[in-house]
């Protein structure tokens, strides 16, 4: 049985179960009833989210580094990222979130500065400053560091090109020293939707790789690609990198579709794939524009719940294959 009941078995997101009202006794003792209603459901998630039990998710034994990569653009890729690190952060656990694309789209959403001229990864990839100088804290938590992506990211890989060990440059500035300043338990780093340079340091710099695959036709469209570069990348450059986590986004329960994708993909990828999946929400689409992630934007709604669920599952599954 799992620790979270929140687990669905069918693999199947709870808001496409239809919810059976509920009757519920009043607390004035006489026998009046109060009805179940969605937004009754809605206002106790979002209590849970904002009051977790922190002692329900496991730290891990060592830090985990963790790649979020695929060269397939509108994935759910910076969305997963942010909303994952937030869910962790909400739960005590002090995470970092690097924003390796040139667009800035996680910094945008963890509400932090990167107007051209702020201390960025473009700085720590070129050697200026540390990951600590150019961290900053996001209001969304305070256990939640995010190192900002400004424009000047656009033109690092031809910067990089000429520089010695290229692909490490991120390896080295995320040395075990230098995150011992910040003490994270996690390291997400958001890569842009590539398979350059940048992509390259981000795996070479972390132990596993995170691949978000949209619930859509196009999904597999080119993972195989991606799956050949990382297979190279354990060849030459990091033999410790390993997939260890496929995330479905973008899950639409009315259409036969996203079951058909989902099917397929568990069925090449077993249990590296999460049983927690991702819908489709307005919700998580909007958050980004306010400067939140979907657990601060919206902490009840049920893209929110799913991000939490799916970052739960992650600890757990960690923490198991660490106790092994």
């Given at each position: 049985m799992s620790v979270y009941p929140e687990f669905q078995a069918a693999d199947v997101p709870r808001e496409t179960k239809t919810p059976k009202h509920k009757a519920k006794p009043t607390n004035n003792g006489d026998d009046s009833a109060v009805v179940w209603t969605p937004i009754a459901e809605e206002a106790a998630r979002a209590a849970s989210v904002l009051h977790p039990d922190e002692s329900l998710l496991p730290r891990p034994t060592h830090r985990r580094v963790i790649t979020v990569a695929n060269q397939k653009g509108g994935v759910g890729k910076t969305t997963s990222t942010v909303n994952l690190a937030a869910a962790l952060a909400i739960h005590g656990l002090k995470t970092l979130v690097i924003d390796l694309d040139p667009q800035g789209n996680a910094s945008t959403a963890l509400s932090v500065e990167h107007r051209s001229g702020t201390p960025s990864v473009y700085e720590v990839l070129i050697g200026e400053i540390s990951?600590?100088?150019?961290?900053?804290?996001?209001?969304?938590?305070?256990?939640?560091?995010?190192?900002?992506?400004?424009?000047?990211?656009?033109?690092?890989?031809?910067?990089?090109?000429?520089?010695?060990?290229?692909?490490?440059?991120?390896?080295?500035?995320?040395?075990?020293?230098?995150?011992?300043?910040?003490?994270?338990?996690?390291?997400?780093?958001?890569?842009?939707?590539?398979?350059?340079?940048?992509?390259?340091?981000?795996?070479?710099?972390?132990?596993?790789?995170?691949?978000?695959?949209?619930?859509?036709?196009?999904?597999?469209?080119?993972?195989?690609?991606?799956?050949?570069?990382?297979?190279?990348?354990?060849?030459?450059?990091?033999?410790?990198?390993?997939?260890?986590?496929?995330?479905?986004?973008?899950?639409?329960?009315?259409?036969?579709?996203?079951?058909?994708?989902?099917?397929?993909?568990?069925?090449?990828?077993?249990?590296?794939?999460?049983?927690?999946?991702?819908?489709?929400?307005?919700?998580?689409?909007?958050?980004?524009?306010?400067?939140?992630?979907?657990?601060?934007?919206?902490?009840?709604?049920?893209?929110?719940?799913?991000?939490?669920?799916?970052?739960?599952?992650?600890?757990?599954?960690?923490?198991?294959?660490?106790?092994?």
């Open positions: 990951i600590a100088e150019a961290a900053q804290v996001s209001p969304t938590s305070p256990n939640l560091f995010c190192v900002p992506a400004t424009i000047d990211l656009a033109g690092a890989e031809i910067e990089l090109v000429s520089m010695v060990a290229r692909e490490a440059r991120l390896k080295e500035a995320l040395s075990p020293e230098a995150l011992d300043q910040l003490q994270p338990d996690y390291v997400f780093i958001d890569c842009p939707p590539s398979l350059g340079l940048l992509t390259v340091n981000a795996m070479v710099a972390a132990q596993e790789v995170l691949i978000p695959i949209q619930c859509e036709y196009y999904a597999l469209e080119g993972l195989s690609q991606l799956l050949r570069n990382i297979e190279l990348v354990q060849q030459h450059l990091n033999p410790e990198l390993s997939i260890s986590t496929i995330l479905l986004t973008m899950y639409d329960g009315r259409t036969k579709l996203a079951d058909q994708v989902t099917s397929e993909v568990r069925g090449h990828f077993g249990d590296v794939a999460l049983k927690t999946v991702i819908p489709r929400s307005v919700k998580v689409s909007e958050a980004p524009g306010f400067g939140q992630t979907v657990l601060t934007y919206d902490p009840g709604s049920r893209g929110s719940m799913s991000y939490l669920d799916a970052a739960k599952e992650i600890a757990i599954r960690g923490a198991k294959k660490e106790g092994a």
